[in-house]
């Protein structure tokens, strides 16, 4: 009934750390992304090239893109929200994708990137197209798909208006974004639905915060509802500081278990996850939200 | 393409509390059940009528239901393991429904209960047997239904066949319950479709462990397979003293919280329920692993 594999990128390196109030060194950030592609992930979110008053923590973008693996079988994604943005990523030389952000309701793109909502759909645009004509990839994140932390409800309608407007930019994807955790596994079903009959040849990335406990349950949903891409972060770290209440992303290692389980191949492997999850732990000093990592695994390893 | 509306059972006055260390007062556990119902809850499971050395918390069983509400619209069930736990119970003349447990393997069964799986199903039918003679319903549970803490894996059709066992005893519903927390949403929809098909004239309640964060997946991919009553306990407390590493129930609030967004009623009060949580909080004097609780509400309060 399933789908036999979905693809998965890893957010923990930019989504996962960019609320964290320490700042983590940019070894550790280069340790975590080396430890991402060990546990099997081939496209990875590995920084963002914004406003370093803004968003401290991305402060050492550059440094951490001189840093990545020579792989030519990874994807790094570098995350930008204007065309400043944009042209400090491809300077870089070794970010593969941009990811621009496009936000649903008009006080959320004040507060997360000084535009309206509007605004937020044409800087994306011109991003895929600067994207294009560096010879990369551009691909975009519709933020408060499923709710806003100002102005609550998002109309179905509105998203599946964005799409439409920034497929004409050829993104090699939409992400569906679900920013603070509000979504359910019924919207995240028939937006999914609305979203591939208005633009059925661009795939559709889910991008999903356990805030309310619904992070696997929207997940699930999604892969059924044909979205063909996951985001997560190991540990389920995570938050926006733009969006009141936010918490962390879907754990990656939580979401692997289930697929695994559930015979939905990722590519990744659980005991490095676990591992990298225990790893990033002692790193911030505190219990991850991530649960798989601290249960016992299952089935018992046998000795 | 949802059903409109499923059944809860509150399972925080027994597997919930059953196995905190601390002593809950009888006056505490009262007062849990007086918010469940007044959350609108019409089934809670009060207590067990088990040994008081093997589970202490539950030794005040007699003393709760005799404090329990006269409420002719609330089901109260008990929960008992064997002949003598039975008629404890009816002896009391508070308990509506007798819930027995079956477990799917014989290591657990032994751990649980002292008993073979086998040994445990003619237990089962025995019980609900004394409580049809009583005057009173009888369920049963399945446990370890989906994995096992010593034997792993856990064939579906052992299960089946248990229940197609079960199932000539005439219990009101039989619930299969993921003891420690390792289902995934396939797995679910594949169980509870194979136990319908065999005993397709008896109701499937599900219970799931959130411990290792697909709690709700598995109680939507349930409702979506055909299981009309779930579990779940006020806070997501929860574990079994015989079962090394299970963890909370799903949490009531949660559970509602995601079906009233998915437009499944529940006749479930979200806001008494985060009221409960953080009443319950106070009295375990920590946070309960219940999310929504912790949470800012959304959509925010129109003041």
Chains 1, 2 share one sequence.
């Not at 507060?111 to 004509?133: F, L």
């Not at 661009?202 to 805030?211: E, Q």
Request: proline content about 5%; overall charge negative.
């Amino acid at each position: 009934m399933y789908t036999e594999s979905i693809e998965m990128v890893e957010v923990a390196p930019r989504d996962g750390l960019q609320n964290e109030k320490t700042m983590i060194s940019t070894d550790d950030k280069v340790a975590l992304i080396g430890r991402a592609i060990a546990a099997g992930a081939r496209r990875i979110e590995v920084t963002s090239f914004v406003n370093p008053k803004a968003v401290p923590q991305m402060a050492d973008a550059e440094a951490v893109c001189a840093r990545l693996p020579q792989r030519a079988d990874v994807t790094y994604i570098g995350l930008v929200m204007n065309a400043r943005g944009a042209a400090r990523a491809i300077e870089t030389g070794r970010i593969d994708q941009l990811g621009a952000v496009s936000v649903a309701t008009d006080t959320f793109a004040k507060a997360n990137q000084g535009q309206t909502s509007q605004g937020s759909v044409a800087a994306a645009s011109e991003i895929i197209a600067m994207a294009h004509q560096a010879g990369k990839t551009g691909q975009v994140t519709i933020a408060a798909a499923f709710g806003c932390p100002f102005e609550g409800e998002v109309a179905q309608a509105r998203v599946v208006a964005m799409a439409e407007a920034l497929a004409k930019a050829d993104p090699v994807e939409i992400g569906l974004a679900d920013t603070i955790g509000v979504g359910n596994p019924a919207h995240v079903v028939s937006l999914i639905g609305k979203v591939r009959a208005a633009v059925p040849h661009i795939p559709v990335r889910v991008h999903f915060h356990n805030t309310r406990g619904t992070g696997l349950a929207n997940v699930w949903a999604a892969i059924g509802a044909g979205a063909v891409t996951v985001d997560a972060a190991i540990g389920g770290l995570g938050g926006c500081p733009f969006a009141p209440g936010a918490a962390g992303n879907v754990s990656t290692e939580d979401v692997v278990y289930m697929l695994d389980r559930a015979g939905v191949g990722t590519g990744l492997d659980l005991a490095e996850l676990i591992a990298a999850n225990h790893w990033l732990g002692a790193v911030m000093d505190r219990t991850l939200p991530g649960m798989v990592a601290r249960a016992p695994r299952f089935p018992a390893p046998k000795d």
